[in-house]
């Protein structure tokens, strides 16, 4: 049911990577339809994604064109921030993803009530202390290593003006009231750490992303085995040919996708009972996929459940690490050493893993649980609510 037109102006900010950006979509698209004015803040890559969801789009101030992974981190938020500085006085509501950690402050800078979005584990002091421990890429790495966090802290903390010398204490001690998290809350890690009052549990944002890509499932016999490593970590030729190995005598369809970075030409003679693409429909897929081998991206963990499809997480960096072990340790698949890995383990492992009935019935639980979470819809109508409140 449709709430009554509210003229409710909600910002949303986020930072320009995939994994943060794409969930929250699907939360500005059933703000939207609910009769909020939604703004959302992006780099320029994003504007026909956001555009599509009936958001208006607003471009970072002062962007450069061309920035390494590193470098865009830090660039985009200084210009989200500007940007939202800027605009900010004429909303009712912040709405900004965790990897925008600043934006808490910003809110409270401008008066503004503020929703925190996590498109990873909800995150405290014991959470960020593991991914530490365990993640070796980009965000996590740096608080690894503790002289050089805390200088790079205090320097975002200083010109960001934020209450503390420390991002992790912005992060753990000064929350919103309200907090959505992409997962069920079984998956969470520590999740009685986590106050039901102030965290929500919604399971994954499932937005239809359109494709150019046809892929007919009604020719493919055997069972489907569906690979990707994600946006950002997927430029393994080795590991690719260790898939080929693995299962190009086995009576099994592979879907492989290997993203934009990894030209085909450098994989060699392809199988015959392989269909190799730079990009496939990744939630149509998994419809029809017997088992999922992925680098376990929290977004795509998260779609694999929903969709009820078993597991083998071969983890790089970042969460992934936390999110695979998770999986293994839920019975929901499991976790294998990207360093050990062999065609034969890989081949032994997969076929283990679409055999045991056990993972079966646990996928199928958390899959029926996914689907009474609630989504982006419930979060839409809570944040609207909350909102309400604010007003009166």
Request: hydrophobic share 40%; aromatic share 10%; charged share 20%.
């Amino acid at each position: 049911m449709k709430i009554e037109e509210q003229n409710l102006k909600v910002l949303m900010i986020n930072l320009p990577f995939s994994g943060h950006t794409n969930p929250t979509l699907g939360l500005a698209k059933e703000l939207v339809e609910q009769g909020c004015e939604v703004t959302y803040i992006q780099a320029p890559e994003w504007k026909d994604r956001v555009l599509i969801t009936g958001a208006q789009f607003v471009v970072y101030d002062d962007y450069p064109d061309t920035l390494s992974p590193t470098q865009k981190e830090i660039k985009s938020w200084r210009a989200a921030y500007n940007t939202a500085l800027r605009i900010g006085s004429d909303y009712d509501c912040i709405v900004y993803e965790i990897l925008f950690c600043v934006g808490k402050s910003l809110a409270d800078r401008l008066r503004k009530p503020s929703v925190r979005l996590f498109s990873t584990f909800a995150l405290n002091q014991t959470v960020l202390d593991m991914f530490a421990k365990t993640g070796g890429l980009y965000m996590t790495s740096i608080f690894r290593f503790r002289l050089l966090y805390q200088v790079l802290s205090r320097v975002i903390c200083k010109n960001f003006k934020l209450r503390t010398n420390d991002i992790i204490d912005e992060i753990v001690f000064n929350p919103p009231e309200l907090n959505y998290v992409y997962t069920l809350k079984e998956f969470q890690i520590l999740n009685n750490e986590f106050p039901s009052a102030n965290y929500k549990f919604i399971g994954p944002s499932i937005v239809h992303r359109s494709s150019n890509i046809h892929i007919d499932f009604e020719e493919i016999r055997n069972p489907l085995i569906y690979i990707s490593l994600g946006t950002l970590l997927n430029s393994s030729v080795s590991f690719y040919k260790k898939c080929f190995a693995a299962f190009a005598r086995e009576n099994v369809t592979v879907i492989l996708s290997i993203g934009q970075t990894v030209s085909v030409k450098k994989l060699g003679q392809i199988p015959k009972n392989f269909r190799v693409h730079s990009f496939v429909p990744q939630l149509e897929v998994l419809q029809h996929t017997s088992l999922f081998i992925t680098h376990g991206g929290m977004n795509s963990v998260n779609e694999a459940m929903y969709y009820g499809v078993p597991m083998l997480v071969v983890p790089v960096g970042n969460d992934q690490p936390t999110v695979a072990n998770r999986v293994n340790e839920l019975g929901l698949g499991k976790r294998l050493n990207r360093k050990k890995l062999s065609s034969e383990s890989l081949k032994c492992a997969a076929f283990d893993v679409m055999n045991d009935v056990k993972i079966k019935k646990v996928v199928q639980e958390f899959q029926q649980a996914m689907s009474k979470a609630g989504g982006n819809r419930f979060a839409a109508h809570e944040i609207i609510d909350y909102i309400r409140n604010q007003n009166f």
